[in-house]
């Protein structure tokens, strides 16, 4: 993948996106964003987990795709735990005995705690939220799948710092754009910085099943990915998005 857009370019997609959304969830019906739900999801990115083969000569270039299985909790209306759990490949990120690019095997997980603020404390509308969440990062692996592969086993921990509005345009339309910023020490790569603009969308096609849509384009990365997810909350907590009300 190329690099779509540039920083600056980013955060005015980013501001322009945010009041878009809080304009046209203004006048829409329903109820805000959800915050319990488990979701599954396929990705192909420049970068995951700080590990950006497209800068990093380590990795020849190559790019990550990968499932990735998402789930959040509503603990209280306004706080949250979410996480994620990534397993799958770096294409042609290393290279065999004979000098042959292979992929490596990559897998890691996400946990974090979130607020989220709904707009109705500033006096505008209940269906768009500002979410802020810290998070821990683990990269369980990164190591060749052929052996004999010049590149070494990779790994580490780190912590994000994310900021984003989450808006219900529709009965059935969520949007959302953020920002990340990530930093992580790895084997042989410590202090690794990266920095995210996101975007996503969701669609619900009934049952609490919705679709989803997401995407990376900031920061000479980019990305997408596509899913299912489903959210349970009103099924286990008596009508409700949290377990406490």
């Not at 829409?28 to 995951?48: I, M, N, R």
């Not at 990779?154 to 959302?176: H, K, N, T, V, Y």
């Amino acid at each position: 993948m190329s690099r779509y857009f540039g920083a600056g370019q980013g955060l005015a997609i980013a501001v322009l996106t945010a009041s878009v959304m809080v304009s046209t969830a203004a006048r829409a019906d329903g109820e805000g964003p959800s915050y319990t739900y488990l979701g599954v999801s396929y990705e192909w990115t420049d970068v995951k987990y700080g590990l950006n083969p497209n800068v990093d000569e380590r990795f020849n270039n190559g790019t990550i795709q990968g499932l990735n299985i998402e789930g959040s909790l509503g603990l209280l209306p306004w706080l949250h735990v979410a996480g994620e759990y990534f397993d799958g490949d770096c294409d042609k990120c290393a290279t065999d005995i004979n000098l042959n690019p292979i992929d490596q095997d990559l897998s890691g997980f996400k946990v974090g705690l979130g607020l989220n603020l709904s707009f109705d404390l500033i006096g505008l509308n209940n269906r768009t939220d500002l979410v802020l969440r810290g998070n821990f990062i683990s990269i369980d692996e990164l190591e060749p799948t052929t052996p004999g592969s010049t590149q070494t086993t990779l790994s580490g921990d780190g912590w994000s710092a994310e900021a984003m509005i989450r808006s219900q345009i529709s009965p059935r339309a969520e949007f959302q754009v953020g920002y990340e910023f990530q930093q992580y020490d790895y084997t042989g790569a410590p202090n690794v910085k990266n920095a995210d603009v996101t975007i996503g969308l969701t669609y619900r096609v009934g049952w609490g099943v919705a679709l989803t849509a997401s995407g990376i384009i900031f920061d000479d990365d980019s990305g997408f990915g596509l899913g299912v997810r489903w959210h349970f909350g009103d099924l286990v907590f008596n009508g409700r998005d949290s377990i406490v009300r």
